[in-house]
């Protein structure tokens, strides 16, 4: 090496030929303390990093300017001290009112701003809730309170302190408080306003969609892409709930279970939790009970009928004329009461061939617009799972009917009339979105009656918006 200052004692050119003939210098050890050593009281202890006399001058004025940015800090846009002096140090303690003030707030949108990011960003609950309470503890009165507790009961629930959530939930209601956050927590529909203008909220609704549709292949990729932005805060019971039937179906038990567990612990106590537990016992003892099924001998006594069960949707031929003191049971929820009939008018709503014939047995047809088969299953496996649980007095066949690429139809019945179909509709309408179908949308599907002569004429003409105005014009304002 060789330096242009003078005052740099050139390094000694035979040092390198001080080694025994033939052995190499970094195989003698002393040789290499020895250069070592000089090169130390030369150039000073250096880290091994390239062009070090550059990175030596840039270390330099990043140091320089990393002390300025602190002393502005400190300063809130004071000058920069001039000393270490007492009176220098004294200056940046803030004595007064003011300053004191300024320096507690500071602190307060620190420490909430480092729980935020534990909670959302690192999902680390633990340090998440320290934090929280630390703000809690250090400024009880402060402006970040109600958010703070609030966020505390969502870190809780994920670790499982239940005692806690109870706790911070009654402290959080203990004041009045006019802000969103308490109001939130009473009513959760009360943000989704807000939320519904989030971008990752949209983000998960579209991804929410391309899984009912049957785009499976581009779901799973773009809900991986959103899930690295946005972790878990977005993720909806529904999502959860249908992506981890699309794994079920695909035997990938295991990521199923992962994403049913995920709902269970981010919405614990709801009717979709209740249902991702049954799945998940079910789906721990899914080689047992396949195995047992498939093994499984009925024997039917001789003296029995068989009994032949058909996926196909049941017709009843109508009677040819319906009498006033018919011995037709109809089928009828909860002892609804159905309208009575007046067979002394025809039908008179017809369109487009479809006719209107009240006193025909009617199906109450489920329509499904644009989910996919293995969706339409399952609403027709929940609808089954209701009737044997709510109406197991009686028997509701089921069937499905793919009409086209937009609609699948879930087909229950027939009631013995058009009435009894409607009555059964009333009954449980209230509670599809709730209990029976939570995880699907509620535009992904509606209600409507129909008869055997007009599911046959739609299953051939395929025309749904003839078939609703006729439903529409025969009931006015019911569907």
Request: hydrophobic share 35%; with cysteine; net charge positive.
């Amino acid at each position: 090496l060789q330096s242009s200052n003078p005052a740099v004692k050139t390094p000694d050119s035979n040092l390198f030929n001080e080694a025994k003939s033939g052995e190499f210098y970094f195989y003698n050890a002393s040789l290499k303390a020895r250069g070592f050593s000089e090169f130390k009281s030369r150039w000073g202890q250096r880290t091994n990093v390239d062009n070090w006399r550059r990175q030596s001058a840039i270390r330099s004025q990043n140091a320089t300017a990393a002390d300025i940015s602190d002393n502005i800090q400190k300063g809130k846009g004071d000058s920069v001290l001039s000393g270490n002096s007492f009176d220098d140090l004294l200056a940046t303690l803030p004595l007064t009112e003011e300053k004191l003030e300024s320096s507690n707030k500071t602190i307060a949108e620190s420490l909430l701003t480092m729980a935020q990011t534990f909670q959302s960003k690192l999902e680390d609950f633990p340090s998440a809730i320290q934090a929280y309470e630390e703000l809690l503890r250090r400024f009880p009165n402060t402006e970040y309170r109600d958010e703070a507790l609030f966020n505390l009961v969502y870190c809780y629930q994920k670790t499982g302190d239940i005692e806690k959530v109870a706790a911070v939930k009654k402290e959080l209601f203990s004041k009045p408080s006019s802000n969103k956050w308490a109001a939130i927590l009473k009513n959760p529909g009360a943000g989704k306003k807000d939320e519904a203008t989030n971008a990752a909220t949209k983000k998960y609704e579209d991804i929410y969609n391309l899984f009912i549709e049957g785009s499976f292949e581009k779901a799973k990729t773009e809900k991986k892409l959103a899930d690295s932005t946005y972790g878990k805060t977005y993720w909806t019971p529904q999502l959860l709930y249908i992506e981890s039937i699309y794994y079920v179906k695909q035997r990938e038990d295991s990521i199923a279970t992962n994403s049913l567990s995920n709902l269970v612990g981010l919405y614990p106590g709801t009717p979709m939790a209740e249902k991702a537990q049954t799945m998940i016992d079910v789906l721990k003892r899914r080689t047992q009970i396949e195995d047992y099924l498939t093994k499984l001998d009925i024997t039917r006594a001789e003296e029995r009928p068989r009994v032949v069960v058909s996926s196909q949707p049941v017709v009843v031929t109508p009677p040819k004329e319906i009498k006033k003191d018919s011995t037709i049971t109809p089928v009828i929820a909860n002892n609804i009461p159905v309208k009575k009939l007046d067979t002394t008018k025809p039908a008179t709503v017809v369109i487009k061939n479809f006719s209107f014939a009240p006193a025909d047995p009617h199906f109450v047809m489920v329509l499904l617009d644009k989910v996919d088969d293995v969706y339409a299953t399952e609403a027709k496996n929940a609808f089954n799972r209701y009737n044997r649980e709510k109406l197991y007095s009686q028997k509701i066949d089921m069937s499905g009917l793919k009409l086209d690429e937009r609609y699948q139809l879930v087909l229950q019945g027939p009631f013995s009339d058009a009435y009894a179909a409607v009555a059964y509709i009333d009954n449980i309408k209230p509670i599809v979105g709730s209990r029976i179908l939570p995880w699907l949308k509620g535009d992904k599907y509606s209600f409507l009656v129909i008869s055997a002569a007009n599911l046959d004429l739609l299953k051939t003409n395929k025309d749904m918006t003839a078939y609703k105005q006729l439903i529409q014009q025969a009931f006015p304002g019911k569907f």
